[in-house]
């Protein structure tokens, strides 16, 4: 079955300084492989995604991840944070062969907290 | 960009009224929705598949005739909780994705949190 793990509850940085918000994977076959924003009473916003191609893959407000089959990860990062960062963040993986009906298994989530 | 709408936002109600969300599809067509549900601090716990046309797919543990679901058409999809009660209190999201699927991601609603008095 497919699986993500998100090692960390919290993640705290200063502003400014570089953030990675970690992400495992255990999937068959080929992953799917995405990242979830949410902020305080809010629905979830799509940051960026990995299918295939290129290993670092960019996304939405300055972040980026990095698909490490090796080590099966798929960490979040950005060069520099933002106190509106602050927000918590979610990992997922697809289940299935990409299909419209296939759902989205989330990781339990990591709040990252930036300070001024 | 794809956008998917939710409505209402927040809802109080008494125990034992019945209350019915509404996620649209704005700007694409969805064969399949999704309805998440979320605890405080907690992640999102798929709770149905929404397929329009057709029943929906419940996810083990949940009650269908608590939490009816219709997909009338390709862009709207209803959760309806019958008669409420405290238990049921929580943030309902609901997620869509367009029908093209291939490297579509989903997109979410903003969620309804949902309080029973």
């Known amino acids: 079955a497919q699986s993500v793990a998100q090692p960390e509850d919290q993640v705290n940085v200063a502003e400014g300084n570089p953030l990675t918000v970690k992400c495992t994977y255990s999937?068959?076959?080929?992953?799917?492989l995405f990242w979830y924003v949410q902020y305080p009473n809010r629905g979830l916003q799509f940051l960026l995604k990995?299918?295939?191609?290129?290993?670092l893959v960019k996304g939405s407000y300055g972040f980026e991840a990095e698909f490490n089959k090796s080590q099966t990860s798929f960490h979040l990062k950005k060069p520099s944070a933002l106190v509106s960062d602050s927000a918590l963040y979610f990992c997922?993986?697809?289940?299935?062969?990409?299909?419209?009906?296939?759902?989205?298994?989330f990781g339990t989530g990591t709040l990252l907290a930036v300070q001024p | 960009g794809a956008v998917v709408s939710q409505h209402p936002s927040w809802v109080i109600c008494k125990s034992g009224t019945s209350v019915k969300i509404e996620c649209r599809s704005l700007?694409?067509?969805?064969?399949?929705m999704f309805w998440y549900r979320q605890f405080p601090k907690q992640s999102l716990m798929l709770m149905a598949t929404?397929?329009?046309?057709?029943?929906?797919?419940?996810e083990q543990g949940v009650e269908k005739d608590k939490f009816l679901i219709n997909h009338a058409s390709l862009t709207l999809s209803t959760l309806t909780v019958t008669s409420a009660h405290p238990e049921d209190s929580s943030f309902y999201i609901c997620?869509?994705?367009?029908?093209?699927?291939?490297?579509?991601?989903?997109?979410f609603g903003d969620g309804t949190r949902l309080s029973i008095l």
């Open positions: 999937v068959s076959g080929n992953p799917y």
């Open positions: 700007d694409f067509q969805a064969t399949t």
């Open positions: 997620s869509a994705r367009d029908m093209r699927g291939g490297r579509q991601p989903q997109h």
């Open positions: 929404s397929n329009e046309g057709s029943k929906a797919t419940y």
């Open positions: 997922a993986v697809r289940d299935g062969d990409g299909g419209a009906t296939n759902k989205l298994i």
């Open positions: 990995y299918i295939t191609g290129d290993n």
